[in-house]
């Protein structure tokens, strides 16, 4: 499965799984630098626990925040991570809390 958004101009020729290739991303051999989507889904997958919006936009330094928003609730979508109201580990006070999903 291999998204647009997530394929790398000019690099297509020989990919490699990566860590997030359990969740269908692939990433090329060459000059593999993660786009934001996969760096949420690295993070989410080190943090079983979830993040907010807000704890990811600051750990990984993606700004706005709403570019985190809008990246999440696509992979949302896709079915990659799931979005719940409940109390962000990193937050006070209740939050959307990105979850990864994992498929077995
Ligand atoms: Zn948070």
Redesign the pocket.
């Known amino acids: 499965m291999v998204n647009a958004e997530f394929t790398h101009a000019g690099f297509t020729t020989t990919t490699i799984s990566c860590v997030s290739a359990l969740i269908g991303f692939k990433h090329t051999l060459l000059a593999c630098p993660m786009n934001n989507a996969e760096r949420i889904i690295q993070y989410l997958s080190d943090n079983t626990t ?7 936009s ?1 750990q990984l330094k993606i700004k706005p925040r709403q570019q985190v928003n809008r990246i999440c609730r696509k992979l949302q979508r896709e079915g990659k991570i799931t979005r719940g109201k409940e109390r ?4 006070d006070g209740l ?1 959307i ?1 990105n979850k990864l999903v994992i498929k077995y």
């Open positions: 979830g993040a907010c919006d807000d704890c990811l600051v962000c580990p990193g937050r939050k809390v």
